[in-house]
């Protein structure tokens, strides 16, 4: 029989023998001491005990600890670790050798591209080759004249501004080959493309013979490659609570794929905007990623506020656990007791219990709830 079935049968005795004015009475010779009787009231929160000593009871202890504050949030990328992948040179793309969601190493080729960029970069670097070695012919000669007065000084000084510029434009188109990534040395209408860090591809715009550069149609990022080695998580938290955070505070995480592995982060960001319709404001937590955290997974985050409030604490013994809430039996007047629902914080050692609400410290409670539901459970 459950407590509550047994609650109600009480409850029918009691009226049964009411009606029938029927009353039990002590007998010595039966060698023992009556045991405690409990009446229920037409308050279900209130029983009647005949002999409340029988119910030993206590004052609820007073302790000062910090609240815990619970978030719901899930896992994003670092911004600060998420690379695009780009390439200047417009072309398209062939042997194509990684998709979305594969892990890639720094310097690990990606694509190639064939781009007709190269070709005209190449081209304008040999003539600016000629275009320098000519300059630079031109004013040694020019030099070599002065020196037999053959010809004016600002004739040298033109000759000697039209070589550094030639110079200048053979700089200038070596840069646009490196830019572009062709080897002047070797160069090739082909361009390879590699991941510029280590991490995993979290976005793809590109496949086998599409287009790719900077100017051409579709998107210039290729690929999006982010070092998931830390995370963020983005909570969100209402204001109300906002004041119980500070930067660097750890917070607690639990995965909900991965409830048995606790992890720790720190906060890094109390966002300086609210959710006008939540009135919530977006908390980041920096977390370093042990291999089990997934962009999207959600979380649940605990914060330790960084105020203290005071408790009461009560021994465990002091606490019913029934129909998945908490409760505990307080005097009141008449020789009764009144059930009262408490939310339970933290385990405490010598087998105490933290309540966050239902009772103040000081307050007495039934010490041995098990015992008064025992007698109860017996009528």
């Not at 029989?1 to 005795?13: D, F, G, Q, Y």
């Not at 339970?344 to 309540?355: F, S, T, Y």
């Amino acid at each position: 029989m459950t407590r509550k079935h047994s609650l109600i049968a009480a409850t029918c005795l009691a009226a049964f023998f009411s009606l029938t004015a029927c009353k039990k009475e002590f007998k010595p010779s039966d060698g023992a001491p009556p045991s405690a009787e409990v009446v229920p009231t037409g308050d279900m929160s209130l029983v009647t005990v005949d002999k409340p000593d029988q119910f030993p009871l206590v004052a609820a202890e007073e302790q000062e600890a910090r609240s815990e504050l619970n978030a719901t949030g899930a896992v994003f990328p670092d911004v600060s670790r998420e690379i695009p992948v780009i390439t200047l040179a417009n072309g398209r793309v062939f042997n194509l050798k990684t998709r979305l969601d594969d892990n890639v190493k720094k310097g690990q080729f990606l694509f190639s591209i064939q781009s007709p960029d190269i070709s005209a970069a190449f081209d304008a670097y040999l003539k600016t080759v000629n275009d320098e070695q000519l300059a630079n012919k031109a004013y040694v000669r020019a030099e070599d004249l002065f020196k037999h007065g053959a010809i004016s000084q600002a004739m040298v000084e033109q000759a000697e501004d039209t070589e550094k510029d030639a110079k200048a434009d053979l700089t200038a188109a070596e840069e646009q080959l490196k830019v572009l990534g062709v080897d002047k040395d070797h160069p090739s209408p082909i361009v390879d493309v590699k991941a510029p860090i280590s991490g995993v591809i979290i976005g793809q715009n590109v496949t086998n013979a599409a287009a790719a550069g900077v100017s051409l149609s579709g998107s210039a990022t290729a690929f999006t490659i982010a070092d998931l080695s830390t995370v963020w998580i983005l909570c969100d938290v209402y204001e109300n609570d906002i004041p119980k955070l500070k930067l660097g505070q750890e917070a607690k995480i639990k995965l909900n794929a991965y409830p048995d592995k606790p992890l720790t982060g720190h906060i890094s960001d109390i966002g300086p905007v609210l959710d006008p319709s939540l009135r919530t404001a977006k908390v980041r937590i920096q977390i370093a990623n042990p291999g089990i955290l997934k962009l999207g997974m959600f979380v649940t985050a605990t914060f330790q506020s960084t105020t203290t409030t005071k408790y009461p604490v009560v021994p465990a013994d002091a606490v019913l656990h029934l129909h998945d809430r908490d409760w505990v039996f307080v005097p009141a007047p008449g020789q009764k007791f009144k059930r009262v629902e408490v939310h339970p914080g933290n385990m405490l050692p010598g087998n105490k219990q933290e309540l966050l609400s239902g009772i103040n410290p000081g307050q007495q409670v039934v010490s041995n709830v098990l015992q008064l539901e025992a007698t109860l459970e017996a009528q």
